[in-house]
C-alpha cells in the first residue's frame, strides 16, 4: 500500500496526495518556493505550504459542498410550494387538475437533478473541451427559436408550445464558452485587440440574437455575467469603463428604438414620481407584500394571485410568497441566496485552475443577479424585466439549466479537493493581471 501524503495549509490539514505528486511537488521549488528536507521527511515552504505528513493509503472520494447543496433543495422545495399555491386553481380551471402544474415542474426538477448529478459527477474541464461546439449549439437555438419557435407573453422565445426556452440554457452555455475563452486568453486580456474588441463582438452577437425575440431581461443578465467575468479574468480598468460606456450607450439606443422597452422605462419612471402612476403589475405586488405584513398571510392564503397579480407563477412569485409568508418568508429567502452566493465564490476561491475559478464565479454571478433583479423588480427598484426567481419561479428550462448549473460548481469543488488548491500552490499577493478572485482567498 503506497505512502500517502497531507499538507498542512494556513494551520489546517488540506490536499491528499502520493508520493509521485510529492516529488512533483519538490520539483517546483524554483516556482512555489518549497524548501525540501532531506530523505523522506516533511517538507517545508517559505510562504503557505507548512507541513506534510504521510496519510492511510485509501483515498476517499473527495466530498460534495453539502451546504450549497441543502440550501439548494431548500430554495427548490419552496419553489414547489410556490408553484402549487400560484397554480392550483388555474389547473383546475384550464385542466380541471389542482396539481397539473406543479406536477409538470416536480418533473423537470427530478431531470435537473439528473443532469446536477451527472455534472457533478463529470470532470468538469471535459465542459472545456465542448466549448465551441456548445456554443454552436446556442446559437443555432437562439435562431431557431426566431424562426420556428412561438410567442409567448409578447415575444418569440419558446419551442412546444411555451415548454423550452433556448435562452436560458444559452445562459449556462455562455459562462462555460466565456470562462474558457477567458481562461485561454491570460494576460492577452488586457490587449484590447485581444480582450475587449473579440470580447465585445462575442457578447454582441449573443445579446443581439436574444433582443431580436424580444427579451431585454434576459440580454441584461447576459451582459452583467460576462462583465463581470470579464472582470474578474484580470481584464484592465479602462477596459471595464470602455465597456461600460459602449453597454450603456448600446441599451439607451435599443429602448428609443422599442416601444415595448419604452412603455417599461416611462412606467418606471412615473412610478417613482407617484406609486398610483405605475404599472399595474407593481402596484399589485406592492399591495402583495404590504398584505403579508411581517408573518404573512399563511401558506396558499395570497388573494392577489386570483386574477389580480399578473404571472404570479414565474415572474411576480416573490410577491405573492411575501403575501404569504410576510417579511420574515422574504428575508429567509434572500438569505438563502446570500448563503448560496458564499459558498459559490468559495468554490470559485478555491478552484484548482482559471478555468474552473471563472465558471463557478460565473455561475455564482449569473444565479445571485437574476435572484436581486426579480426581486428588485417586484419591490419597484427596477423596470419591469421579466427575470424569474431563480429555483422558485414556474418553469422548467431554467429549472434544469439552474440544476445543471449547481451540478458545474459541485464538479469545480470535488476537483479542488482532488489535489493542491490555488491558494495552497500559488502566491496570491503578487500582482501581475492574473484572475483578481484568486488574491482574496488568503487569511
Same mark, same amino acid.
Given at each position: 500500500?503506497?505512502?500517502?501524503?497531507?499538507?498542512?495549509?494556513?494551520?489546517?490539514?488540506?490536499?491528499?496526495?502520493?508520493?509521485?505528486?510529492?516529488?512533483?511537488?519538490?520539483?517546483?521549488?524554483?516556482?512555489?518556493?518549497?524548501?525540501?528536507?532531506?530523505?523522506?521527511?516533511?517538507?517545508? =515552504?517559505?510562504?503557505? *505550504?507548512?507541513?506534510?505528513?504521510?496519510?492511510? #493509503?485509501?483515498?476517499?472520494?473527495?466530498?460534495?459542498?453539502?451546504?450549497?447543496?441543502?440550501?439548494?433543495?431548500?430554495?427548490?422545495?419552496?419553489?414547489?410550494?410556490?408553484?402549487?399555491?400560484?397554480?392550483?386553481?388555474?389547473?383546475?380551471?384550464?385542466?380541471?387538475?389542482?396539481?397539473?402544474?406543479?406536477?409538470?415542474?416536480?418533473?423537470?426538477?427530478?431531470?435537473?437533478?439528473?443532469?446536477?448529478?451527472?455534472?457533478?459527477?463529470?470532470?468538469?474541464?471535459?465542459?472545456?473541451?465542448?466549448?465551441?461546439? /456548445?456554443?454552436?449549439?446556442?446559437? $443555432?437555438?437562439?435562431?431557431?427559436?426566431?424562426?420556428?419557435?412561438?410567442?409567448?407573453?409578447?415575444?418569440? %422565445?419558446?419551442?412546444?408550445?411555451?415548454?423550452?426556452?433556448?435562452?436560458?440554457?444559452?445562459?449556462?452555455?455562455?459562462? *462555460?464558452? *466565456?470562462?474558457?475563452?477567458?481562461?485561454?486568453?491570460?494576460?492577452?486580456? %488586457?490587449?484590447?485587440?485581444?480582450?475587449?474588441?473579440?470580447? =465585445?463582438?462575442?457578447?454582441?452577437?449573443?445579446?443581439?440574437?436574444?433582443?431580436?425575440?424580444?427579451?431585454?431581461?434576459?440580454?441584461?443578465?447576459?451582459?452583467?455575467?460576462?462583465?463581470?467575468?470579464?472582470? !474578474?479574468? #484580470? =481584464?484592465?480598468?479602462?477596459?471595464?469603463?470602455?465597456?461600460?460606456?459602449?453597454?450603456?450607450?448600446?441599451?439607451?439606443a435599443l429602448i428609443v428604438n422599442s416601444p415595448y422597452a419604452q412603455e417599461r422605462i416611462?412606467?418606471?419612471? $412615473?412610478?417613482?414620481?407617484? @406609486?398610483?402612476?405605475?404599472?399595474?403589475?407593481?402596484?399589485?405586488?406592492?399591495? $402583495? !407584500?404590504?398584505?403579508?405584513?411581517?408573518?404573512?398571510?399563511?401558506?396558499? $392564503?395570497?388573494?392577489?394571485?386570483?386574477?389580480? !397579480?399578473?404571472?404570479?407563477?414565474?415572474?411576480?412569485?416573490? =410577491?405573492?410568497?411575501?403575501?404569504?409568508?410576510?417579511? *420574515?418568508?422574504?428575508?429567509?429567502?434572500?438569505?438563502?441566496?446570500?448563503? /448560496?452566493?458564499y459558498r459559490g465564490f468559495r468554490i470559485a476561491l478555491h478552484a484548482p485552475d482559471s478555468?474552473?475559478?471563472?465558471?463557478?464565479?460565473?455561475?455564482?454571478?449569473?444565479?445571485?443577479?437574476?435572484?436581486?433583479?426579480?426581486?428588485?423588480?417586484?419591490?419597484?427598484?427596477? @423596470?419591469?424585466?421579466?427575470?424569474?426567481?431563480?429555483?422558485?419561479?414556474?418553469?422548467?428550462?431554467?429549472?434544469?439549466?439552474?440544476?445543471?448549473?449547481?451540478?458545474?460548481?459541485?464538479?469545480?469543488?470535488?476537483?479542488?479537493?482532488?489535489?493542491?488548491?490555488?491558494?495552497?500552490?500559488?502566491?496570491? %499577493?503578487?500582482?501581475?493581471? %492574473?484572475?483578481?478572485?484568486?488574491?482574496?482567498?488568503?487569511?
Amino acid at each position: 500500500m503506497s505512502e500517502r501524503y497531507k499538507i498542512l495549509s494556513d494551520n489546517h490539514w488540506s490536499a491528499d496526495f502520493g508520493p509521485l505528486q510529492m516529488r512533483q511537488a519538490q520539483a517546483c521549488t524554483p516556482v512555489f518556493g518549497w524548501v525540501p528536507s532531506e530523505g523522506q521527511g516533511p517538507i517545508v =515552504a517559505t510562504q503557505t *505550504i507548512r507541513h506534510i505528513k504521510p496519510t492511510s #493509503g485509501n483515498s476517499r472520494v473527495p466530498r460534495l459542498d453539502y451546504p450549497l447543496l441543502i440550501v439548494v433543495g431548500v430554495l427548490a422545495a419552496i419553489g414547489l410550494m410556490m408553484v402549487y399555491s400560484t397554480t392550483f386553481d388555474w389547473g383546475y380551471q384550464q385542466f380541471g387538475e389542482p396539481t397539473y402544474f406543479v406536477l409538470r415542474q416536480t418533473l423537470w426538477l427530478l431531470l435537473g437533478i439528473g443532469a446536477l448529478w451527472a455534472t457533478t459527477r463529470m470532470d468538469y474541464t471535459l465542459l472545456r473541451r465542448f466549448s465551441i461546439p /456548445l456554443l454552436a449549439l446556442g446559437l $443555432a437555438l437562439l435562431v431557431g427559436v426566431l424562426l420556428f419557435g412561438q410567442e409567448v407573453l409578447g415575444a418569440q %422565445r419558446a419551442f412546444l408550445n411555451g415548454s423550452i426556452q433556448p435562452s436560458e440554457l444559452v445562459k449556462l452555455i455562455t459562462v *462555460i464558452y *466565456i470562462a474558457d475563452w477567458l481562461a485561454s486568453k491570460g494576460e492577452k486580456i %488586457r490587449d484590447v485587440s485581444y480582450g475587449l474588441i473579440p470580447f =465585445a463582438v462575442l457578447i454582441g452577437i449573443i445579446a443581439g440574437l436574444i433582443v431580436l425575440q424580444p427579451d431585454f431581461g434576459t440580454t441584461i443578465v447576459i451582459v452583467l455575467v460576462a462583465g463581470m467575468m470579464f472582470f !474578474l479574468a #484580470g =481584464a484592465d480598468l479602462l477596459q471595464i469603463v470602455v465597456g461600460l460606456l459602449v453597454s450603456g450607450g448600446t441599451l439607451l439606443a435599443l429602448i428609443v428604438n422599442s416601444p415595448y422597452a419604452q412603455e417599461r422605462i416611462n412606467s418606471y419612471i $412615473a412610478g417613482l414620481q407617484d @406609486p398610483g402612476q405605475a404599472s399595474y403589475q407593481l402596484q399589485q405586488a406592492l399591495i $402583495a !407584500l404590504g398584505s403579508g405584513g411581517i408573518t404573512g398571510q399563511g401558506p396558499g $392564503a395570497s388573494h392577489q394571485k386570483f386574477g389580480y !397579480l399578473p404571472v404570479p407563477h414565474t415572474d411576480s412569485v416573490f =410577491a405573492v410568497l411575501g403575501e404569504e409568508l410576510g417579511l *420574515i418568508g422574504g428575508l429567509a429567502v434572500l438569505a438563502l441566496f446570500a448563503f /448560496l452566493a458564499y459558498r459559490g465564490f468559495r468554490i470559485a476561491l478555491h478552484a484548482p485552475d482559471s478555468f474552473g475559478m471563472l465558471a463557478a464565479a460565473g455561475v455564482t454571478i449569473w444565479i445571485v443577479t437574476e435572484a436581486l433583479i426579480n426581486i428588485a423588480v417586484i419591490t419597484g427598484t427596477l @423596470p419591469l424585466t421579466g427575470i424569474p426567481l431563480p429555483f422558485i419561479s414556474y418553469g422548467g428550462s431554467s429549472l434544469v439549466s439552474l440544476m445543471t448549473a449547481v451540478g458545474l460548481l459541485q464538479s469545480v469543488a470535488r476537483s479542488s479537493r482532488k489535489g493542491l488548491t490555488r491558494s495552497a500552490l500559488m502566491d496570491s %499577493r503578487r500582482r501581475n493581471g %492574473r484572475p483578481r478572485l484568486s488574491r482574496v482567498g488568503r487569511r
